[in-house]
T-cell receptor
Framework: NAGVTQTPKFRILKIGQSMTLQCTQDMNHNYMYWYRQDPGMGLKLIYYSVGAGITDKGEVPNGYNVSRSTTEDFPLRLELAAPSQTSVYFC????????????????FGPGTRLTVT | KQEVTQIPAALSVPEGENLVLNCSFTDSAIYNLQWFRQDPGKGLTSLLLIQSSQREQTSGRLNASLDKSSGRSTLYIAASQPGDSATYLCAVRPKYSGGGADGLTFGKGTHLIIQP
């Protein structure tokens, strides 16, 4: 299994441009998440999804959109990039229910480093 | 609103020492607590997950404890090695979250350097 993969690894955007950050998991996980991490800070939840066709806002959703048309993919869309969206973006997933003690453990991708100038 | 605090923010110790990283959270209504390791420019690697009903979890040289009633967790690293140098993040899964029913709430992390 590749686990959680994210593309691109790095991106520089100009103010007002748009882009989509891709996230794919091959573990057949129901739950998927998008977090952002600003320098020296912990991660903050942007959006999450409990399954295909179902998404919901997290703590910091403004300026972002998501969709979940398949179990595997959970893209994050930035429509009008702003300098405040300069951050590292992490995608994560977890199964609906695990046997044993690893229940609800989230698995993270390697991140996308985005700079908006 | 759940808040997670990690102390210290940074720590530098000689190789071979045992050390403790601290994590506190303001609301004891949690499903679980997870410790992660983050290397520079990399993603997060899960180290240990403690369910709310558990007191501790162990993996190799790592031991994590949880005192839910006091809102505290510690990560104990035995016989530290230079390869342990990384940022360690603590995160809780709250039972009640205004910002998102299922996400993790993270601390800012402890930046650990093990001197050879």
């Amino acid at each position: 299994n590749a686990g959680v993969t994210q593309t691109p690894k790095f991106r520089i955007l100009k103010i007002g441009q748009s882009m989509t950050l891709q996230c794919t998991q091959d573990m057949n996980h129901n739950y998927m998440y998008w977090y952002r991490q600003d320098p020296g800070m912990g991660l903050k939840l942007i959006y999450y999804s409990v399954g295909a066709g179902i998404t919901d806002k997290g703590e910091v959703p403004n300026g972002y959109n998501v969709s979940r048309s398949t179990t595997e993919d959970f893209p994050l869309r930035l429509e009008l990039a702003a300098p405040s969206q300069t951050s590292v973006y992490f995608c994560a997933s977890r199964p609906l229910r695990d046997r044993g003690l690893s229940s609800y453990e989230q698995y993270f991708g390697p991140g996308t480093r985005l700079t908006v100038t | 609103k759940q808040e997670v605090t990690q102390i210290p923010a940074a720590l530098s110790v000689p190789e071979g020492e045992n050390l403790v990283l601290n994590c506190s959270f303001t609301d004891s209504a949690i499903y679980n607590l997870q410790w992660f390791r983050q290397d520079p420019g990399k993603g997060l690697t899960s180290l240990l997950l403690i369910q709310s009903s558990q007191r501790e979890q162990t993996s190799g040289r790592l031991n994590a404890s949880l005192d839910k009633s006091s809102g505290r967790s510690t990560l104990y690293i035995a016989a530290s090695q230079p390869g342990d140098s990384a940022t360690y993040l603590c995160a809780v899964r709250p039972k009640y979250s205004g910002g998102g029913a299922d996400g993790l709430t993270f601390g800012k992390g402890t930046h650990l350097i093990i001197q050879p």
